[in-house]
């Protein structure tokens, strides 16, 4: 994976004037307790149960976030810088994250069943959406985008998909806390390892491991808060309000506060991008997918996404 474009990155929530501002540097989460013999095998199976059956409760979620970049800039200068906006999902391959001032989307981030979008609406009189495709995503597509996630790895890293019910496929080991189990997991673009709390199914941290053994991405979770929208006789169901996101080759970390999390209808608009480029008068649209050339995908009309 190459290593992610910082100043690309701070250029993008920096130009959100009025609503990029300095931020106190938080505490990193720590967890206690002694380590446990993390060599002896655990049966995932009622493990995988019981969070399969939480997270198949998930089936919208909306919220209103921020998103926040702390950490060094090429020049290793502090780096701190905030946007906030709405998290709309529908898993497990519906994302819809903007960002911008109140009233006024500057930023869209999101993804469909076939393609994913980063809208950079900064400049009201040059508007560019950047869109690819799953099926085609390789790492350096995504250092592309001014948030440099696979948007489907952000699904799965909210803890709120499915693991693979397959028991052959899984490797549970005791946790680092005596109330946690580890789990790894095969998934689409290697191995996802989840730390996850026996009692309540539900992750504190998610892995994403690369080649070597080397995690790609390290995401941690905490702040579970209850959800709106249930039906009067449901059980109470908690998603995480504060992800943060550490990367390989990043001296830093992307943090996301997720506020008043909702089960409700989210209009499909959302996850149109044909309509959203139309809805948001994009000018002009970068199709990754294109051959690159030696100075990168060349702007095409809004009106050519197939």
């Known amino acids: 994976m190459p290593t992610p474009s910082l100043p690309r990155i701070a250029r993008t929530l920096f130009c959100l004037a009025g609503v990029l501002f300095l931020i106190a540097p938080a505490g990193c989460e720590s967890t206690g307790g002694a380590r446990p013999d993390e060599s002896r095998l655990v049966d995932p199976a009622p493990i995988v149960e019981r969070y399969n059956a939480r997270t198949s409760r998930v089936t919208t979620l909306w919220a209103r976030a921020s998103a926040v970049i702390e950490g060094e800039d090429a020049e290793g200068r502090d780096l701190r810088e905030r ?31 076939t393609f994913y979008w980063w809208f950079d609406m900064i400049d009201s009189e040059r508007k560019v ?77 998610v892995e ?28 109470p169901l908690r998603v995480p309000g504060r992800i943060v996101v550490r990367m390989r080759g990043f001296k830093g970390e992307i943090r996301f506060e997720l506020y008043e999390p909702e089960r ?39 009106g050519d996404l197939p």
Do not use: C, W
């Open 208 to 235: 994403l491991i690369g080649p070597g053994g080397v995690p790609a991405l390290d995401v941690t979770l905490s702040r579970y808060t209850l959800m709106k929208g249930l039906g009067p006789d449901e059980a």
């Open 264 to 302: 409700k209808d989210i209009r499909p608009v959302a996850f149109r991008v044909d309509l959203l480029i139309d809805a948001y008068g994009i000018d002009a649209l970068v199709d990754l997918d294109e051959p690159a050339a030696s100075e990168g995908p060349e702007p095409l009309e809004a």
């Open 83 to 113: 946007a906030e906006g709405h998290f709309q999902i529908v898993p497990p391959d519906r994302v819809a994250l903007s960002l911008g001032k109140v009233g006024n989307t500057n930023l869209y981030f999101g993804s469909d069943d």
């Open 129 to 205: 959406a950047t869109v690819g495709r799953h099926a085609t995503i390789t790492p350096e597509k995504i250092d592309t985008l001014g948030l440099p996630i696979d948007p489907l790895n952000l699904v799965d890293m909210l803890g709120i998909t499915p693991l693979p019910t397959d028991m052959g496929r899984i490797v549970a080991k005791p946790g680092p806390e005596r109330s946690t189990v580890v789990l790894s997991a095969p998934t689409r673009r290697g191995v996802r390892r989840y730390t996850i709390d026996t009692a309540t199914a539900e992750p504190s941290r």
